[in-house]
């Protein structure tokens, strides 16, 4: 079965987008994966064919109605294994690893969040996971379903070529990935550091690992600490 990403989003004409060209572009149009959209003001019952309400106790903003919204999810064909995400900032923070398990599943079927956000009522009776991106807010959740649908067709079987495969990269060992280099020799009185140009492979790899670890515990501490605590460092007295 083809890994699909099924996206119910008020504003389709936004898809493929960023998804459209290059790497996942390409993979779409040669169907190693395989994107369905759809618009959920489609899904509208009333004349005015509105899909937002003013939020129950005031506030500014508007909220995407639960009768809609579900009636959306319903039209949409899917299976019941396939994962339900709601992209919203308030989400359980996307990783490395969770990319890695939707990559390995059927795919997604991911709404895009607007206005103010969504009745509460629709994410709980159509188990809705809700998932973000980072700690900012986009103005809907369409970039966000990009993102995520871009990090996991990366991974599918036959995207990315053995050379550039997802192995060694940022995240997958817990660690920064290590600065990288490439001709010319001297960039503005900047050299290749010499060990890139020794030939020594398992020197360059003690380099990498290296620069990898100081560049992780510097800017991602959160990291750090979770890779020390997963594997602590020997101490001088472990034996
Ligand atoms: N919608 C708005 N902001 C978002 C975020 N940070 N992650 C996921 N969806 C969002």
Redesign the pocket.
């Known amino acids: 079965m083809t890994w699909r990403a099924t996206v119910l989003t008020l504003f389709p004409e936004m898809f493929p987008g960023p998804l459209g060209i290059s790497l996942a572009g390409k993979a779409l149009t040669t169907r190693l994966w395989a994107l369905d959209i759809h618009d959920i003001r489609s899904s509208a019952t009333d004349r005015h064919r509105s899909v937002d309400d003013t939020p129950a106790g005031g506030g500014p903003g508007m909220v995407l109605r639960a009768d809609v919204l579900a009636k959306a999810i319903d039209s949409v064909e899917t299976s019941p294994d396939r994962p339900r995400l709601?992209?919203?900032?308030r989400?359980r923070p996307?990783t490395q690893s969770w990319v890695m398990e939707l990559a390995a599943g059927p795919g997604p079927l991911i709404v895009?969040?607007r206005f103010e956000g969504v009745d509460q009522r629709v994410i709980e009776a159509r188990g809705l996971e809700?998932?973000?991106?980072?700690?900012?807010?986009?103005?809907?959740?369409e970039?966000?379903?990009m993102?995520?649908i871009d990090a996991c067709v990366r991974l599918l079987p036959g995207v990315m070529g053995k050379a550039e495969s997802g192995e060694d990269e940022s995240f997958s060992h817990g660690l920064l990935e290590y600065p990288q280099y490439t001709r010319p020799q001297d960039f503005e009185g900047r050299p290749i550091p010499d060990v890139l140009l020794s030939g020594d492979h398992a020197k360059v790899a003690g380099w990498r690992r290296s620069a990898s670890e100081a560049l992780t515990e510097a800017r991602r501490p959160d990291l750090w600490a979770a890779r020390n605590r997963q594997n602590p460092p020997k101490s001088k007295t472990d034996g």
């Open positions: 709601l992209m919203s900032p989400g996307l895009c969040g809700e998932v973000s991106i980072g700690d900012y807010v986009l103005s809907g959740g970039i966000a379903a993102a995520l």
